[in-house]
């Protein structure tokens, strides 16, 4: 026995364009007004909006004042090796640090690094 197809839900889209005419769109038309150069940070700044933007340092600091040193770049630890596989693991701070530790001492990335750790504990304790 055949089942009769169900009506469809009305969506309330009329057939009616409402006198919808594309054609009587002018081609082109004016793009919007620019701001003045600075207008936008000028009332970014009176509304209390905080850029997150690098500020250079004021000049006087510059100078001869006494500023925190800034930290070494970190290596860029990233190569082609053919390893494919993600391991992740938690650990404390300072074995994470101390195996980076040892990376960058021997000029590893870090799959490299546990490979070799894994060597050791192979050698060390068996498999």
Do not use: H
Not at 31 to 53: C, H, I, M, N, Y
Not at 113 to 121: D, F, G, M, R, S
Request: glycine share 10%; aromatic share 8%.
């Amino acid at each position: 026995m055949m089942e009769q197809a169900r009506q469809r839900a009305d969506l309330g889209f009329d057939l009616d364009d409402g006198g919808f005419n594309p054609s009587e769109w002018e081609v082109g038309t004016p793009a919007p007004k620019r701001l003045e150069s600075g207008a936008a940070r000028k009332v970014a700044e009176a509304t209390g909006f905080r850029s997150r933007e690098v500020q250079a340092a004021p000049a006087a600091s510059r100078a001869g004042e006494a500023t925190a040193p800034t930290p070494e770049p970190k290596p860029v630890r990233r190569r082609r090796t053919g390893r494919n596989a993600q391991f992740n693991l938690k650990a404390r701070p300072d074995t994470i640090q101390s195996f980076c530790a040892v990376a960058d001492a021997k000029g590893w990335g870090l799959g490299e690094t546990l490979e070799y750790a894994v060597a050791l504990l192979q050698r060390e304790y068996g498999s």
